[in-house]
């Protein structure tokens, strides 16, 4: 049964990094075309 966990821990990684990845993307992209949109820079 530990090797389960142990294995369930280590998976849990990448899809946490890959959740807080997409919701990094999709805000830049949102602020991307507003910016495009508005006529200003995003920096």
Same mark, same amino acid.
């Given at each position: 049964?530990?090797?389960?966990? %142990?294995? !369930?821990?280590? $998976?849990?990684?990448? &899809? %946490?990094? !890959?959740?807080? $990845?997409?919701?990094? &993307?999709?805000?830049?992209?949102?602020?991307?075309?507003?910016?495009?949109r508005?006529?200003?820079?995003?920096?």
């Open positions: 049964m530990d090797t389960f966990w %142990i294995t !369930a821990y280590i $998976l849990v990684w990448p &899809v %946490i990094a !890959a959740g807080v $990845l997409a919701v990094l &993307v999709v805000s830049i992209g949102r602020d991307f075309l507003v910016a495009r508005t006529g200003t820079e995003i920096v």
